[in-house]
C-alpha cells in the first residue's frame, strides 16, 4: 500500500517550527544573546534602525525650531523693501552686516532686513515670484508700521504708495545742512520743489557696489523713508542715509 507523504513533515521540519515558536516566545534579551554578529545587525536594520532615523528627523527639526526662534534669533532693528531689483541674497546680506557693524552693533545677533519684492508682473515672472504675494505683504507691513523704507523707481511708488501719502518729507528727517550736502541727490515732486520724498542712489557707490557681478533692473533707484514706520524705524532709516552718503554728510556734527 502507497503511503502519501507529500503532506506529511519531517521530523527536521518539525523540529525547527518547534525551536521557532520556543525562539518566540523567549525575552527580546535572550533571543539577542542567542544571534550571531550578522543576526543581530540584521535584527537592528529591521526592527530599529527606521525608528532610529524617524527620532533623529523629528529632533532636527525641533533643535532648528529652538536654535532660530530662541538661541541664535536675530534683531531685526529696520526692514527695507526693494521694489522690482535683482540682487544676490549673499550681497543684501554683506550691505546689512556692514551698515549694522558700522552702528557699532553685533552682526550676528542684529539685522538690518533689506528683503527684495515684486510688484511688477513681468519681473515677478522672470524672477518667479508672485506680484499678488509681495504686493499683500508690502500693505499688511505698511499698515502694520513693520516698513521703514523702501528703495524703487518713481513710477513703482508714485500712483500707489506716493499718492496715498506713504512716503515721508525728507525736510522733516534731514538737517538743512544735511539736505545742502544731498542737494544733488534729493528726489522733489512736482509741487515746485516743496517737497523732498526721496534720495536718489543712482550715483551712490555704497548703494550701486550691490551690483558687481550684474546689471541693475532699475535706471534710477530711489530711498524713500515710510511715513507711518515707528520713531524708531525713522531714526535708523535716517542712519541708512547717513552711512550710504558717509563721503558726503562727513565731518557734520
Not at 515684486?118 to 504686493?135: C, V
Not at 538743512?176 to 523732498?196: C, G, H, S, V
Request: charged share 30%; glycine share 4%.
Amino acid at each position: 500500500m502507497a503511503l502519501n507523504i507529500r503532506e506529511k513533515k519531517t521530523s527536521l521540519e518539525e523540529d525547527a517550527s518547534i525551536y521557532q515558536k520556543r525562539q518566540d516566545d523567549l525575552p527580546e534579551k535572550e533571543r539577542l544573546k542567542q544571534m550571531t554578529g550578522k543576526q543581530k545587525r540584521d535584527y537592528f536594520k529591521t526592527y530599529y534602525l527606521p525608528k532610529l532615523l524617524v527620532v533623529l528627523a523629528v529632533a532636527a527639526v525641533i533643535f532648528y525650531i529652538i536654535w532660530v526662534d530662541f538661541i541664535n534669533k536675530s534683531n531685526i532693528y529696520m526692514r527695507c523693501a526693494i521694489l522690482n531689483e535683482s540682487i544676490t541674497d549673499g550681497a543684501l546680506t554683506e550691505m546689512s552686516d556692514r551698515f549694522t557693524e558700522s552702528l557699532g552693533m553685533d552682526n550676528s545677533k542684529n539685522k538690518a532686513s533689506f528683503y527684495l519684492y515684486y510688484t511688477r508682473p513681468d519681473i515677478a515672472m522672470q524672477m518667479g515670484a508672485d506680484t499678488g504675494s509681495d504686493l499683500s505683504e508690502i500693505s499688511s507691513r505698511l499698515v502694520a508700521n513693520s516698513l521703514d523704507c523702501m528703495i524703487a523707481s518713481e513710477e513703482d511708488v508714485k500712483d500707489s504708495y506716493m499718492k496715498n501719502g506713504f512716503m515721508m518729507d525728507l525736510s522733516k528727517l534731514l538737517t538743512k545742512e544735511e539736505m545742502n550736502r544731498l542737494e544733488p541727490y534729493l528726489y522733489k515732486a512736482n509741487d515746485n520743489n516743496k517737497t523732498i520724498y526721496g534720495i536718489h542712489l543712482k550715483q551712490c557707490p555704497v548703494y550701486q557696489s550691490l551690483f558687481t557681478d550684474r546689471n541693475p533692473l532699475t535706471e534710477d533707484p530711489i530711498l524713500f523713508v515710510i511715513t507711518n514706520a515707528t520713531e524708531e524705524g525713522k531714526d535708523y532709516a535716517k542712519k541708512l542715509i547717513d552711512y550710504l552718503f558717509s563721503e558726503e554728510l562727513k565731518d557734520l556734527p
